[in-house]
């Protein structure tokens, strides 16, 4: 893992750090008869006009970082500064959010070419544990998320090609500290159908 640049510590590799993210979506389209997440997001559905919807987003997340030693900066991992959390090696989250957002679908005449940009933003709760000098300690903390996510690609009724960008933002406040987490993906999505596609008409 890479720590950042800041005002107490040079750019440093940490190959001792093991970080671990996982979770579950939950998408509903409040425009569901004109805008289709099966053919935005996932390429399953064949969307024939430009439509866009109110989106709100239900997420169960799961993350946990571990360190061999403490994964705060030397110079600044003191009690008047971190509290409980001097000496920290492992933080592990499990939260839920709701994140309303939207999404719209630009789509070529023929339906086939597709640009589709979605964001989402909202909070959520959940539980922590956290291991430091002063041992393990719980609480519930608050979750403010961000996600956003691009796909653009090509959608014929046999076959697709895609490529996506997304992104996850995640603060998670915990009594007078907090963590920032950060994740970006991007992927590249061909496909073949055996059988015919839904089309969604506008």
């Known amino acids: 893992m890479q720590r950042g640049r800041n005002d107490f510590a040079s750019e440093t590799i ?73 000496g920290l090696k492992q933080m592990r989250f499990i939260t839920l959010s709701l994140r309303p957002g939207y999404g719209y679908n630009f789509l070529s005449k023929t339906g086939r070419w597709f640009f589709s940009p979605s964001a989402f933003l909202g909070l959520g709760t959940g539980w922590y544990t956290s291991q430091s000098n002063a041992g393990f300690k719980t609480g519930l903390p608050i979750d403010a998320a961000f996600h956003a996510r691009v796909f653009t690609g090509y959608n014929h009724p046999r076959w697709y090609i895609s490529a996506f960008y997304a992104h996850d933002s995640n603060i998670n406040i915990f009594k007078s500290s907090f963590v920032n987490l950060n994740t970006r993906s991007v992927g590249l999505n061909i496909g073949y159908r055996i059988n015919s596609i839904g089309t969604k008409w506008l």
């Not at 996982?22 to 024939?48: D, P, T, V």
């Open 14 to 86: 940490r190959p001792d750090i093991y970080l671990s993210n996982g979770g579950l979506n939950f998408f509903y389209a409040a425009n569901h008869k004109k805008f289709s997440m099966r053919s935005a997001f996932a390429q399953q559905e064949q969307q024939i006009k430009s439509a866009g919807s109110f989106l709100l987003l239900s997420n169960f997340q799961f993350r946990n970082l571990l360190a061999d030693s403490s994964i705060i900066a030397p110079i600044i991992d003191n009690e008047p500064n971190f509290s409980d959390l001097t």
